[in-house]
């Protein structure tokens, strides 16, 4: 993070391979990684930041759907585009283009600033060409082009989060087919993390009938991208070194599992703590997220809502934010239950409490089926004691941020 002084990396040079599975286990990510020489002739082996590997099966499976992983050829992509000439003409011909890669607007019509590779998820090796495959540079730079795109206001932010993500995993797939895991690499997929997490925040506040399956599969690419993240850490770790957001990116496995769906996914945490680093589980970071995870499963509401303000960064908050509502209905809960009927709860506190702002609050406790008494000089309360309180199912989807101007100066570049 910030202001902490961080050692120089260099690749390790030889790792060994063994399992395949696909837990997110940071210890076996030695075991995902194997050294392999590359012929002196091939384009990038002149960058001395750029290595070689040949990850196992189960990286590639999470990155690339190939029909034949264990017999694919090495590769060192030559394409010097974002988008194959072949593939960037037969999508012309067939009014394949989305609206970002249309030239002036033409469906039929693109250019090789505009046109980038497709994900496709059967790959035939046996007409896999290197001219197919762009190589780490072009990767990169068609990362940057696809992370500006992320504000966007041309379009509704669905249509740029359909095209980014669709993009961002034909990046990981040419990663993953030229199996490159140098310290570059880290920080392309710590940038796809980023575009994930910052997705989800965004894609709930969005309406429409395919809402819910974005949020999924983006969900999905989040943990895979993450299990892969962590391989890429410990496979370019010296000694006790640490990259510079490391236990940052860390602690995000830990706060995702907030989500009751997240939580029935790999194994527990309880087991997947045993396999982190120790100088990164003793991190701020780390120490966060347990405390928030801490104050979530024994309901201290209010420990939780203003740890949260005061210490998550905006990634972190990112992800808490879903739960917020769920910390929120349980304050109501207990406000309502726990209250004396002739002394009802002013809303100006709870809206401190919560920190929202009052007339959220009260539209948070109509959906929750409660109701406000006014007194006669116009100040808001809320009653105890009422048996009307309800818990939607699904939970609520308004989702009313937390009241900080600490948030609101943050700002996050991919």
């Given at each position: 993070?910030?202001?902490r ?82 593939e ?11 609206v ?77 087919m ?41 969900m ?5 991208a ?61 120490n ?81 089926g ?24 699904g ?5 009313y ?14």
């Amino acid at each position: 993070m910030a202001g902490r002084s961080q050692p120089p990396y260099r690749p390790r040079p030889n790792y060994s391979s063994s399992s395949s599975s696909r837990s997110l286990h940071p210890s076996q990510s030695s075991r995902n990684f194997q050294s392999k020489n590359v012929n002196s002739s091939t384009p990038n082996n002149n960058n001395n930041n750029t290595k070689k590997t040949s990850s196992s099966n189960c990286d590639k499976a999470i990155d690339a759907d190939i029909d034949d992983i264990q017999n694919l050829p090495s590769l060192v992509g030559t394409c010097p585009f974002m988008c194959p000439v072949e593939e960037r003409e037969k999508r012309e011909r067939l009014r394949d283009l989305a609206v970002f890669e249309s030239l002036y607007g033409n469906p039929r019509q693109s250019s090789p600033n505009l046109a980038v590779k497709k994900f496709c998820r059967t790959i035939s090796v046996k007409t896999l060409q290197d001219s197919d495959v762009r190589p780490l540079s072009v990767l990169e730079d068609t990362l940057n082009y696809l992370c500006n795109l992320l504000d966007s206001t041309e379009h509704p932010f669905e249509v740029v989060h359909d095209f980014i993500f669709d993009r961002m995993r034909s990046i990981r797939q040419d990663l993953s087919m030229q199996n490159i895991s140098c310290s570059r690499v880290v920080s392309m997929y710590e940038r796809m993390v980023k575009f994930h997490i910052i997705s989800q925040h965004k894609l709930r506040r969005c309406s429409g009938s395919n809402i819910s399956s974005l949020s999924y599969l983006n969900m999905e690419q989040l943990m895979k991208a993450l299990a892969t993240l962590y391989n890429l850490y410990d496979a370019n770790r010296t000694s006790e070194s640490i990259f510079e957001n490391e236990a940052e990116f860390f602690s995000f496995y830990v706060l995702l599992h907030l989500d009751s769906k997240t939580q029935g996914t790999g194994e527990t945490l309880s087991l997947w703590f045993r396999h982190v680093p120790s100088h990164i589980m003793k991190s701020i970071e780390m120490n966060f997220a347990r405390k928030i995870l801490r104050y979530f499963k024994l309901g201290f509401y209010k420990n939780f809502i203003h740890t949260t303000e005061s210490e998550a960064s905006y990634l972190q908050y990112c992800i808490i934010e879903p739960s917020i509502n769920e910390v929120r209905a349980l304050a109501i809960s207990c406000v309502n239950y726990g209250g004396y009927k002739p002394q009802p709860f002013p809303l100006l506190a709870l809206s401190k409490l919560l920190m929202m702002k009052e007339c959220d609050v009260e539209s948070f406790c109509n959906d929750s089926g409660l109701q406000i008494s006014v007194d006669e000089e116009g100040n808001n309360f809320l009653p105890a004691k009422q048996t009307t309180l309800i818990h939607p199912k699904g939970g609520l989807h308004k989702y009313y941020p937390l009241e900080s101007e600490r948030f609101e100066r943050f700002s996050v570049v991919l």
